[in-house]
């Protein structure tokens, strides 16, 4: 664990895997997301995968009360995961579920830290479940947003331009199935926009009409 983000990162890790390191109902204890890869920050929220058994029934409130206890400053719970905000700012998003409902949304950083389940396994049941998205309704909410964004420029707009440009890198971590690696300044929402739009032309075909469009958005 030693190369998974900071100290203090490692030191929420280690909490997750040590509560769960004798629980019977749990089959893998998984990180993902930026955490465990190079692109982490000091500030980064910790994104954890809980793979529990397949007659598990999860209750994330009861289980956010036995991770954090009183350090809990806010949580958000849905049916089978919870966003929680602790004392020290620090965040951490938690999902529970068999491996047959695995995300693929992990598969291509997950790092398992403890079970008996291996990251390939938990990777393998995540591709199962990705579904082809739907590429051209994509490419043209992409072409879409990247119009307005520039509108909003020439508006006076900026955050406005902001939003639409995080909508394009949106639309393109589904075509993907991962997110870029740009490194963009809000403070220069016309540099993001021209960085996303030659990420995505290099990265996909769109075809004459929208790759006119994008050429028109860039001169």
Do not use: C
């Amino acid at each position: 664990m030693e190369r998974l983000g900071s100290a203090r990162h490692r030191i929420l890790v280690s909490r997750v895997v040590d509560h769960y390191r004798d629980d019977a109902r749990v089959r893998a204890v998984a990180v993902f997301g930026s955490l465990s890869t190079d692109r982490w920050h000091e500030l980064s929220d910790v994104d954890l995968d809980v793979v529990i058994a397949d007659d598990v029934v999860v209750n994330p409130a009861d289980e956010v009360a036995a991770l954090f206890g009183g350090r809990t400053a806010i949580a958000l719970y849905r049916a089978d995961s919870a966003d929680v905000v602790i004392d020290s700012l620090e965040e951490v998003s938690i999902r529970w579920h068999p491996l047959g409902t695995t995300s693929p949304n992990i598969a291509s950083s997950v790092r398992v830290f403890h079970g008996e389940l291996a990251a390939d396994e938990v990777v393998a049941a995540g591709e199962a479940n990705r579904a082809e998205p739907d590429r051209e309704r994509l490419l043209d909410a992409f072409v879409r947003d990247a119009v307005g964004a520039w509108k909003m420029l020439r508006r006076g707009r900026s955050w406005d331009a902001v939003a639409a440009v995080q909508r394009m890198r949106d639309s393109l971590v589904v075509l993907r199935g991962r997110r870029d690696t740009l490194l963009l300044d809000p403070a220069d929402p016309a540099t993001a926009l021209a960085e996303v739009i030659r990420e995505a032309v290099n990265s996909f075909e769109f075809g004459v009409r929208r790759t006119d469009l994008l050429d028109r958005l860039r001169h």
